[in-house]
């Protein structure tokens, strides 16, 4: 799969970069701009080609029937021109059509053009042919996808589009090659012991990694709402915690086949309330009461994991090990990502509420990757092979 520097780039050659610019906006003004800046070193070395540059992004979940200003990338157009200069950077009110065609026409050597929400077309979403010929139809030589967070997506855009370049005229940036390295190749044959750390809510949304786990990790760590379901599954009266009734099945199928690989938490802290508890009491995991919600894994637990994350060659960690939102019920998120910090191993963070939980306890620079996508860093995990790189490879 071609990295952008194989790509032969020109003076004034037009490349379509495609970005994952799907950050949050609140009354104009950008939350949070890790996703953009993680898209300015490829940005940066197209400039340094003096290629002109059109940018194209989505961003939130608009209706797709045309332009909704709530969604509007103008906020993103404004923070380029801030990091990269006024001259440098040109917007378009539209994705497709003659008025974009002139825009890019115009472009000089060196310059960007920032298409708006490519969401505002229901064709995006919907992978369609006509859409990408569109999109191609604005002069591109080149293609480069540096929006790891949509690789699990079949979207015009990302799936689509690159069909219709020439394998060796398209590319993956410098952000989804790291991803590709760090979740792919570096785990493929990682070094050991290798431990997964996985939490959040739901089994079912966990399957596919859990089942491939089994067959490529040491130890599958098992925390967060879901340990419930296990629990459960086992015979463990859980009170009234998160449970998936319908993956009870699931559960008990993964602890048949993972044995020992899989390690369930030993103890739990439980209230009768998350908003307004009149008890927190830890509890074993087999002696929860019929009022009891379990709200994050106990110190015990902590403990047990955190040496198994200390000792390891390579950790993944792929959801919270509860409620860490809320102070009080994040000390087992807290300490796992303690321990991965405190590994020597590579330690990669899998996206979602789990980046987000690094970023609260301050530990982004202890890691060796956190991923910038939650549904595709999973998909990669489980071994699936994307959308947006198989549209790279073919």
Known sequence: ????????????????????????????????????????????????????????????????????????????????????????????????????????????????????????????????????????????????????????????????????????????????????????????????PYSVISGGAKVKDKIGLLETMIVQADHILIGGGMMFTFLKAKGYNVGKSLLEEESLDIASRIMERAGDKLVLPLDTLAVDSIESPKYKEIRDVNAMQDSDIGVDIGPRTCELFSGLIVKSGSVVFNGPMGIFEIDEYARGTVAVIDAMAECEGITVVGGGDSASSVKKFNKSDKMSHISTGGGASLGMLSGVNLPGFRALEE
Do not use: C, W
């Open 1 to 192: 799969m071609n990295s952008i520097k194989r790509l032969t780039i020109g003076k004034a050659d037009v490349v379509f970069l495609r970005v994952d610019f799907n950050v949050p906006v609140k009354d104009g003004i950008i939350k949070d701009t890790k996703r953009i800046d993680a898209a300015l070193p490829t940005i940066k070395y197209l400039l340094e080609k003096d290629a002109r540059i059109i940018v194209a992004s989505h961003l939130g979940r608009p209706s797709g029937i045309g332009y909704e200003e709530g969604f509007s990338l103008k906020p993103v157009f404004e923070k380029l021109q801030e990091y990269l200069g006024s001259a440098n950077v040109k917007y378009s009110k539209q994705v497709i059509g003659e008025d974009v065609n002139s825009r890019v026409s115009d472009l000089q050597p060196g310059q960007i053009l920032l298409l708006e929400n490519l969401r505002f077309h229901k064709a995006e979403k919907k992978g369609d042919t006509e859409f990408a010929k569109q999109l191609s139809a604005l002069g591109a030589k080149f293609y480069v996808n540096d929006a790891f967070g949509t690789m699990h997506r079949e979207h015009a855009s990302v799936f689509t589009l690159p069909g219709l370049f020439p394998m060796e005229n398209k590319a993956m940036g410098f952000l989804v090659e790291k991803e590709y390295m760090y979740l792919n190749e570096k785990l493929t044959t990682p070094e050991r």
